[in-house]
C-alpha cells in the first residue's frame, strides 16, 4: 500500500490497556490475516486498528495523501481521498452517505472527541460536503431509513485491482466479538462476489464454497 506523504496528520492508536488484551490482539491479527477478504478492525473514529493482506491489496493503488490513507482511518479515506472512487464503486451513494450517517450519529454521541470533531472541521472546509452533511444528509436518511445505511449486510460495488475480482460487488459483513465490542472496536469484512463471464455472455456468480447440509435428526 502507497506510504503516506510528508506532514501527515498525527494519528494515535488504540492500545490495550492490559497484556491480556494485548496478547488477544496479536492472536486475533493472526486470525485476520487467514481471511481471504479485505477485513479491518476500526475503533470509534474509524482509525484503523488491524487490517489484512487482502485489505492493503484491495487498496494498492491508492496514492498518497497527508490524512486519508485507507489503512489509517477508513472514514477519512471514504471522505476525503480523491482516488476512493477508484477503489470503492458509486462511491457518493453506495459509500459516502452511509458513512456520513454513522458519522453524524458518532457526533451526537461522543461530539467532545477531539478527532471527530477535526473531521466535522474539514468536512465543512468543503461546501459541498458540508451541505450535503447538514441539509442533504437528513433527509436521505429519512427517505432510506436506518436499516438502508447499516453495515452489516449491505451490498456495496468495488473495483478491485486483481481481474480475477475486477469490477464487483461486495457485502459487508459485521464480524465483532465480544471481546473487540468492549474494547469499543468493530471489525468489519468485505466479502467480495467473484464473477465470470459465462460461453452465454452473461455474469455467473461463483459457488459459494459453504454448503449447507441437512443433518438427518438423530432417532
Not at 124 to 148: C, F, K, N, S, T
Not at 188 to 196: D, K, Q
Request: aromatic share 8%.
Amino acid at each position: 500500500m502507497a506510504q503516506q506523504a510528508g506532514g501527515q496528520r498525527p494519528k494515535p492508536r488504540s492500545v490495550p490497556e492490559t497484556p491480556e488484551a494485548r496478547a488477544y490482539l496479536q492472536d486475533y491479527a493472526t486470525l485476520l490475516e487467514a481471511v481471504p477478504f479485505p477485513s479491518m478492525v476500526l475503533d470509534h473514529r474509524w482509525d484503523v486498528v488491524l487490517s489484512n493482506a487482502a485489505f492493503e491489496t484491495l487498496f494498492v493503488g491508492v496514492g498518497p495523501h497527508p490524512t486519508a490513507m485507507p489503512g489509517d482511518n477508513f472514514l477519512r479515506f471514504v471522505l476525503f481521498h480523491p482516488d476512493a472512487g477508484t477503489v470503492l464503486g458509486e462511491h457518493e451513494s453506495s459509500w459516502c452517505l452511509p458513512m456520513l450517517a454513522h458519522f453524524a450519529a458518532a457526533v451526537e454521541r461522543d461530539g467532545h472527541d477531539h478527532e471527530l470533531q477535526s473531521i466535522r472541521r474539514d468536512i465543512a472546509q468543503d461546501p459541498i460536503m458540508d451541505a450535503a452533511y447538514r441539509h442533504g444528509l437528513p433527509h436521505w436518511i429519512r427517505a432510506v431509513g436506518e436499516r438502508a445505511f447499516a453495515h452489516d449486510g449491505a451490498v456495496r460495488p468495488v473495483l478491485h485491482p486483481d481481474p480475477r475480482w475486477g469490477a464487483t460487488d461486495c457485502r459487508v459483513v459485521d464480524e465483532t466479538p465480544g471481546t473487540l465490542r468492549e474494547l469499543g472496536w468493530t471489525r468489519l469484512t468485505l466479502v467480495l462476489r467473484e464473477t465470470r463471464r459465462t460461453s452465454a455472455g452473461t455474469r455467473g456468480a461463483r459457488r459459494s464454497v459453504a454448503h449447507l447440509r441437512v443433518v438427518p435428526a438423530p432417532e
